[in-house]
């Protein structure tokens, strides 16, 4: 190719970029540059937490004295028995658990449990201070469309949110994947991936949100099952900054370590969290495979506390 003729190429390729970076821009705005990431880091810090069930059979308050000598802020994930035990040792609850992924407003038949749970949470997340109560959308059932199904969540979600605004506390809708995760042995993980989980786009969840219409219902960002369902983390993180209401993180793949074996990386993501102004809980939800797991939580909190 002559000089002339790439020039030419050149400024065409940068013409249709500038076209289509417009038209990026005029529907999905961004918030901050990469650089603006980095100088913001230090005057926002991540408020870490860690999902407690990652860490089983390990006894939950000794877990919780070593998230208090590492500088994690607080648990969740955790039974509640365990509650008053946890924040006597000076940590917090960042995030109520309730309906559990499988038992979904989805189905209709799950309205009544999902919605005495959701309240139960709401009361005990006011009784502990905790910020938030976790929903979910529930497994995909026979005879139920898609739009049947947003239209049963909504409807339950409905019922709750009055009461949720009154006691000034957030329900937040988690994303999980919905791919199956072998083990070693051939067997199916079950916390690694939720086959039949309906609401296993990162996009429809944030549809759900955003019909739903109050500040008290946010999404449940996870990062590690956004990796594996819709990737674009940091984009995707940015798209939905102002209805993001909770973070959870772990390494893919595998849900491991947030190590040098897996593919996430992970102080861009934390940068780019802290420059949206985000002041809720990042939780540490990965499932440690080292001979040490305070060592892999220890190393999580480091990497993340950007």
């Given at each position: ?20 970076g417009n038209r990026l821009a005029a529907h ?53 028995n365990h509650y008053d035990a946890v924040t ?113 786009d990162i996009h429809l969840c944030a549809e ?99």
């Open positions: 190719m002559k000089r002339r003729e790439f020039l030419t190429a050149q400024a065409a390729l940068v013409g249709g970029a500038a076209l289509v999905e705005p961004l918030v901050q540059s990469d650089g603006a990431d980095a100088a913001k880091a230090s005057a926002n810090p991540i408020r870490q937490s860690v999902m407690g069930w990652c860490f089983n059979p390990m006894d939950t308050l000794t877990l919780a004295k070593h998230c208090k000598a590492i500088g994690l802020e607080a648990m969740e994930g955790i039974s509640p006597k040792l000076g940590l917090k609850i960042s995030l109520v658990g309730s309906h559990g992924f499988a038992t979904g407003p989805l189905d209709p038949e799950n309205h009544a449990e999902v919605e005495s749970k959701l309240r139960n949470g709401i009361d005990l997340a006011v009784q502990y201070g905790a910020p938030n109560v976790i929903t979910f959308t529930g497994m995909r059932k026979a005879g139920i469309s898609d739009e049947a199904a947003r239209r049963n969540c909504l409807d339950c979600w409905k019922r709750v949110i009055g009461y949720a605004e009154e006691k000034n506390v957030g329900l937040v809708l988690e994303h999980l994947n919905s791919k199956a995760h072998k083990n070693a042995d051939g067997t199916i993980h079950p916390m690694k991936g939720h086959p039949g989980y309906w609401g296993d759900l949100v955003n019909e739903m219409g109050s500040e008290k219902f946010k999404l449940l960002f996870d990062i590690y099952h956004v990796q594996i369902m819709n990737g674009d983390l940091i984009e995707n993180l940015r798209r939905y900054r102002t209805i993001t209401g909770h973070y959870h993180t772990a390494g893919n793949p595998g849900r491991r370590e947030l190590d040098d074996q897996q593919e996430i990386n992970y102080p861009p993501i934390m940068r780019a969290i802290q420059a949206s102004d985000y002041n809720g809980y990042v939780a540490q939800e990965f499932i440690p495979t080292s001979d040490d797991p305070i060592a892999s939580l220890q190393q999580a909190f480091d990497l993340c506390n950007v």
